[in-house]
């Protein structure tokens, strides 16, 4: 599989370009407009598909299971070595935050912090956050992660996100 791994840096490239040229040949003083990106560089986390009529079958282990808010109180099944993204809608701007809750560590690991992405670009808007899990070893876990304001301790969950993950050899 083929990945153009800078497809944010091409953008950049053509709106300066652009930029630039809309000033005329003749402008010796050429404002450039500020531009952000952020480029992802990390490796996929799953191998290609082997090609029709091969023998080889991707590793265990490397396996990649995306959820959604739509899985909402479902269960799932994961490899052990099987990597778990969870992604669910909030907005850090009002205070609420997600975390996880009573989570089994010898079952299923959280890989890093959540990373939120905002959904556009209005001030207070809301985004996501992307969770991701390692399953350790076979067992059944519950992914459970709660939308709250951590400084509000005596205050349930606004909401409360629960999937059972079945984690098979």
Same mark, same amino acid.
């Given at each position: 599989?083929?990945?153009?791994?800078?497809?944010?840096?091409? =953008?950049?490239?053509? =709106?300066?370009?652009?930029?630039? *040229? *809309?000033?005329?040949?003749?402008?010796?003083?050429?404002?450039?407009?500020?531009?952000?990106?952020?480029?992802?560089?990390?490796?996929?986390?799953? *191998?290609?598909?082997?090609?029709?009529?091969?023998?080889?079958?991707?590793?265990?282990?490397?396996?990649?299971?995306?959820?959604?808010?739509?899985?909402?109180?479902?269960?799932?099944?994961?490899?052990?070595?099987?990597?778990?993204?969870?992604?669910?809608?909030?907005?850090?701007?009002?205070?609420?935050?997600?975390?996880?809750?009573?989570?089994?560590?010898?079952?299923?690991?959280?890989?890093?912090?959540?990373?939120?992405?905002?959904?556009?670009?209005?001030?207070?808007?809301?985004?996501?956050?992307?969770?991701?899990?390692?399953?350790?070893?076979?067992?059944?876990?519950?992914?459970?992660?709660?939308?709250?304001?951590?400084?509000?301790?005596?205050?349930?969950?606004?909401?409360?996100?629960?999937?059972?993950?079945? =984690?098979?050899?």
């Amino acid at each position: 599989m083929n990945r153009n791994r800078f497809p944010g840096c091409l =953008i950049a490239i053509v =709106i300066l370009l652009t930029a630039c *040229s *809309s000033q005329g040949a003749g402008s010796t003083n050429v404002a450039l407009p500020t531009i952000q990106a952020t480029v992802a560089t990390s490796e996929p986390l799953s *191998s290609p598909e082997p090609a029709a009529g091969s023998d080889s079958e991707p590793k265990k282990g490397n396996l990649v299971l995306d959820l959604t808010e739509e899985q909402n109180g479902s269960k799932v099944t994961l490899s052990v070595d099987g990597i778990l993204h969870v992604v669910v809608s909030g907005n850090p701007t009002t205070g609420f935050t997600w975390e996880t809750q009573n989570l089994d560590t010898s079952l299923l690991q959280q890989q890093a912090e959540p990373v939120y992405t905002r959904s556009n670009t209005l001030v207070g808007g809301g985004g996501t956050f992307d969770f991701t899990f390692k399953a350790i070893k076979p067992g059944d876990a519950t992914l459970r992660l709660i939308y709250h304001r951590t400084f509000e301790k005596d205050t349930p969950p606004a909401r409360i996100y629960e999937v059972t993950v079945n =984690i098979q050899t």
